[in-house]
């Protein structure tokens, strides 16, 4: 209670000095809101359980204030109490109150940030820090940041700090300085070149105190990369290797053996026409601020994953995690419109999107005849640099066409194949591994200028897991508001008793920066990937409320 | 969750009270050159659309394919610039131009990697659309995307060129 009394009479000291800034031609508060609340009912049929709180919401609000070169900000969180599948062991997420303080000065060249920043060097391969609320994940950095420009296309970084954990921070320190130079930017005389190439290296270490009962282990952990992107013309290169020195931890086990990892994506493009081929090796790359750390939790980089982010509802139901401990993959995708006035292209042209990508493991061999792989306290297995095991992770095939028939009519039609290793990705023993077919259809028919009906239709077809689904969903939209009905049926389910419909219903009104949303329903159990990081999702039952707002 | 209301409030009250800048933070465009974001909305006097989406965001790309269609007409009309802003991490950032350029998109298109530029213009989810007048102001912002919405959002630039107030 007090801390929010504080809070909002530092909100109104803000507002009134902003005022008296905003004459003199100064400052200004920006800020936003956003709050998702659940009532849970119980449900035994789906998993779904109640809670003792009966409602749980998670709430947070930025506030930011700038004059000239300078500005300074916070957030309040609240988890009152924390909503079901966030991370929250023991309720360590729980409470409510000021995490996040800023504050920074810049100018032209200069830029120094003291409290809390989110920061990446590269690809991340060594050093991201991120928010990404809906998934829990917060490892925002507390220490100091300075950014120079020593000159144009010269940039320099440095960072100091500890992470965020909840509401306290990790027992890491971390350090790390990241350049980048642009040569066409820094060299007068290439200023105009078709050929572009910038070039970036970076180094990160980590000092946490070693503690260990049995084994010695390395205080600071030292981490490089180096990255070099070159375009020329529509092809442009981009590729980053990362080493990492020996780092024994929770996630690989504690073997002392470095990690490496190389990324590489090439692509090129002209109007009409894109193509992207990637593929990366990692191998031991998990890198946190505390070595005993797991999931979620004070991660200093970010492994990117290689596959494509899923945006219908079915395929999602089975998405892909980066597996830091080793992975290779490969990606290829296609995007083709076929030109405006042609016979397939039709009045407006069609796009078609293919998308491919493959993850399998790396080839690991034991160090000694008598020592399994990645046994504690050793060095862990041996492999070649870019080797590719036997074992398939991961696999989707997409093809996508939309289409726009007339002022009236668009329509997206997909499909989709999918393996997927379910022990790999979900860490657990002995399930089968899935294999999926997807179709879906996606038509939109606007009736009169702002008003439209929004139809999506998808199938799921597979023998493993929980067996075919359909879903259905239709949603009318009028200016600033929308209604929506799905229904998501597990029809296939082997357990007859378990064909299950996941009806929702919801509503939802929208106004300049401000949206609130009200949703009635079921919702599946699931796992739920932003950005490289899972959370899974428990099944609930009950009214959701969403509310979020920019100013 | 009253005390919740009472900061909502008082944030909005906020809202009406000040015009915002857009802050400056350090973005790539698509040839991997870092810009300023204080230069990319500059347009000699004219509105600026700035568009936060993300090549995973199904009702983004069917904003920015309606803004797309019109931009011709727009431009002419009230000389606006649009600039798309994606807020896809290092799994899509490399795909953001082949996925733009395929699409035969008009206006520049930006990468906001780590959400930088995302977060300081307070954005929550994408889509979300800012209106930035002559003078460098945020005069009108939008979040998400409902079928003809671009046709509102013409309306808001039709009076921000000509310097007309938005009620």
Request: include cysteine; charged fraction near 20%.
């Given at each position: 209670m007090k801390k929010v009394i504080s809070l909002l009479l530092s909100l109104i000291s803000l507002g009134i000095f902003s005022l008296y800034a905003q004459e003199n031609n100064g400052g200004q508060v920006t800020g936003n809101f956003q709050s998702e609340a659940q009532y849970y009912i119980e449900d035994s049929q789906i998993g779904a359980v109640a809670v003792d709180e009966n409602v749980l919401v998670n709430s947070w609000a930025n506030f930011a204030y700038t004059q000239g070169n300078f500005s300074a900000g916070f957030r309040y969180e609240g988890y009152m109490n924390s909503l079901l599948g966030y991370p929250n062991m023991g309720g360590i997420n729980n409470g409510i109150g000021i995490p996040i303080k800023w504050a920074m000065f810049s100018n032209d060249n200069l830029e120094i940030t003291v409290g809390n920043y989110y920061e990446q060097f590269g690809n991340g391969l060594i050093f991201r820090t991120y928010d990404e609320k809906m998934l829990g994940v917060d490892n925002a950095m507390m220490g100091f940041r300075v950014k120079y420009t020593i000159m144009s296309g010269v940039y320099l970084k440095g960072v100091i700090g500890k992470q965020r954990y909840y509401w306290d921070y990790g027992p890491g320190l971390i350090r790390g300085i990241d350049g980048e130079i642009q040569f066409n930017d820094m060299i007068k005389a290439f200023a105009e070149s078709d050929l572009r190439v910038s070039a970036g290296g970076s180094f990160v270490s980590k000092y946490q105190k070693e503690e260990h009962p049995i084994y010695i282990l390395p205080n600071n952990v030292g981490a490089g990369a180096g990255r070099l992107n070159i375009i020329y013309k529509g092809f442009n290169v981009n590729s980053e290797y990362a080493y990492k020195i020996n780092d024994p931890s929770a996630e690989n086990n504690y073997i002392y053996k470095p990690g490496q990892a190389l990324l590489i994506n090439a692509t090129y493009s002209q109007k009409g026409l894109g193509v992207v081929i990637g593929t990366k090796w990692v191998d031991n790359m998990s890198f946190r601020s505390d070595r005993n750390a797991n999931l979620t939790d004070l991660s200093i980089n970010l492994?990117?994953?290689?596959?494509?982010?899923?945006?219908?509802?079915?395929?999602?139901?089975?998405?892909?995690?980066?597996?830091?401990?080793?992975?290779?993959?490969?990606?290829?995708?296609?995007?083709?419109?076929?030109?405006?006035?042609?016979?397939?292209?039709?009045?407006?042209?069609?796009?078609?999107?293919?998308?491919?990508?493959?993850?399998?493991?790396?080839?690991?061999?034991?160090?000694?005849?008598s020592i399994p792989i990645s046994s504690k306290g050793t060095l862990g297995y041996n492999t070649d640099f870019f080797s590719i095991g036997d074992e398939l992770y991961y696999q989707d095939i997409n093809v996508?066409?939309?289409?726009?028939?007339?002022?009236?009519?668009?329509?997206?039609?997909?499909?989709?194949n999918l393996f997927y290793n379910y022990d790999v990705l979900m860490g657990v023993k002995g399930h089968e591994n899935v294999y999926a077919n997807i179709a879906i259809?996606?038509?939109?028919?606007?009736?009169?200028?702002?008003?439209?009906?929004?139809?999506?239709?998808?199938?799921?077809?597979?023998?493993?897991?929980k067996g075919n689904w359909g879903l259905g969903l239709i949603e009318l939209t009028i200016p600033k508001w929308f209604f929506t009905v799905f229904d998501n049926w597990n029809y296939g389910n082997p357990d007859a008793d378990d064909r299950v419909h996941y009806l929702n219903v919801g509503f939802g009104f929208v106004n300049g920066g401000n949206r609130?949303?009200?949703?009635?329903?079921?919702?599946?159990?699931?796992?739920?990937?932003?950005?490289?990081?899972?959370?899974?999702?428990?099944?609930?039952?009950?009214?959701?409320l969403s509310i979020s707002s920019t100013f | 969750m009253k005390k919740l209301f009472l900061i909502l409030i008082t944030g909005i009250l906020c809202t009406t009270l000040f015009a915002q800048e857009v802050p400056s933070v350090q973005i790539k465009d698509l040839n991997g050159k870092t810009v300023n974001t204080k230069s990319i909305v500059e347009n000699d006097g004219k509105p600026v659309l700035v568009a936060f989406f993300a090549t995973w965001c199904k009702p983004c790309i069917k904003e920015l394919t309606a803004f797309n269609e019109e931009y011709e007409d727009w431009a002419e009309e009230t000389g606006v610039k649009i600039v798309a802003i994606s807020t896809d991490n290092a799994r899509s950032s490399s795909s953001v131009a082949p996925f733009v350029n395929a699409r035969g998109w008009e206006f520049d298109v930006y990468l906001d990697a780590n959400s930088d530029f995302k977060r300081a213009m307070n954005v929550a989810n994408v889509p979300h659309t800012f209106l930035i007048d002559g003078n460098g102001k945020v005069v009108w912002q939008h979040t998400t995307y409902?079928?003809?919405d671009e046709d509102h959002t013409f309306e808001i630039i039709k009076k921000v060129a000509k310097g007309q107030p938005i009620k």
């Open positions: 492994m990117p994953e290689i596959s494509r982010n899923h945006i219908y509802t079915l395929p999602a139901f089975y998405p892909y995690a980066s597996q830091p401990n080793g992975e290779w993959g490969a990606k290829a995708e296609v995007f083709y419109k076929i030109p405006k006035k042609t016979l397939l292209g039709g009045k407006y042209g069609t796009t078609i999107s293919l998308y491919y990508s493959r993850v399998q493991e790396i080839e690991k061999t034991r160090i000694a005849d996508e066409i939309s289409k726009k028939w007339n002022k009236k009519l668009y329509t997206n039609i997909s499909y989709m259809a996606d038509l939109t028919y606007k009736i009169s200028s702002g008003v439209a009906i929004k139809t999506e239709f998808q199938g799921m077809f597979t023998k493993q897991d609130i949303q009200l949703t009635y329903g079921k919702q599946r159990e699931g796992v739920m990937c932003i950005g490289g990081v899972c959370r899974n999702v428990p099944a609930s039952n009950g009214l959701a | 409902l079928e003809g």
